[in-house]
């Protein structure tokens, strides 16, 4: 990509990789859309346009206006029959030459010493959140994303799956400080991810749901299980220039 004008950032959230975007490319016109507003900070770069719209819905940008579209960690919100027309989607609204960039979580817990059973609590956990939302969401899209970019008709794809620890166990220093950082954040995901879907689509009771999320919330902190999440990131290219 040579010049950079216009990026759009599905499901913005805090907005800070849109922000970072914008201050970093002043010339550059970064549009964020989001369901929800509610984590943007009041004061943002005069490049950056926040926007409210659900991306279910056909996207409302003109074909071939953006140069790159990224779309990270909102696979919750998009509904399972969505994720084909979603990538087409993203691909009208490119122009061609212009890049996506995908980033998804999958949340079934991994450990590659494999120290984590199905009776851990942590597990237990994961299943539940695999199933509670199957059939209106597609918890399991995050594995398909090099599928579903390459089906929509993307080219020079490349994929990896990045393993985020769940707390410091890795020797490797950089994915330790990750690991110690991400663990409070951890905790805090298994217990907002689980709470509305366990108690309305498994039927849980509020005081079940507690209690597995606090017996996952210590496999989680267990250096010993070096349990992770599988992130997937694929980005592709719109065919053109
Ligand atoms: C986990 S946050 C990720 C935020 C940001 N992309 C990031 O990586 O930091 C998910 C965001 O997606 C938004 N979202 C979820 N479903 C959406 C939908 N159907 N349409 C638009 N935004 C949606 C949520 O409101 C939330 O702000």
């Not at 902190?221 to 592709?236: E, M, Q, R, S, T």
Request: proline share 7%; hydrophobic share 35%.
């Amino acid at each position: 990509m040579t010049t950079v004008r216009n990026v759009l950032d599905c499901g913005y959230g805090t907005a800070s990789w849109a922000i970072e975007v914008a201050e970093a490319y002043p010339d550059c016109e970064v549009i964020g859309v989001d369901i929800s507003p509610h984590m943007k900070p009041d004061d943002t770069p005069e490049n950056f346009w926040p926007e409210l719209d659900d991306i279910n819905r056909r996207l409302a940008y003109d074909a071939n206006y953006f140069d790159l579209v990224q779309s990270r960690m909102v696979g919750g919100g998009i509904n399972a029959s969505r994720w084909s027309t979603y990538l087409g989607d993203i691909k009208r609204v490119l122009k061609p030459g212009g890049w996506v960039q995908m980033v998804e979580c999958y949340y079934m817990c991994q450990s590659d010493n494999g120290s984590i059973t199905d009776s851990h609590p942590l597990r237990r956990w994961s299943s539940n959140y695999i199933r509670s939302l199957e059939g209106i969401k597609d918890p399991r899209a995050p594995q398909r994303l090099h599928t579903l970019v390459s089906t929509a008709g993307f080219v020079e794809i490349e994929h990896r799956m990045i393993p985020m620890p769940l707390c410091g166990w890795s020797n490797d220093p950089r994915e330790r400080r990750i690991g110690e950082a991400n663990q409070e954040n951890i905790q805090q995901t298994l217990s907002n991810l689980a709470i509305f879907p366990f108690t309305r689509r498994l039927g849980m009771s509020i005081q079940d749901v507690r209690s597995l999320v606090a017996s996952a919330c210590v496999d989680a902190a267990n250096p010993d299980l070096k349990a992770y999440f599988p992130i997937y990131v694929c980005i592709g290219k719109k065919p053109g220039p």
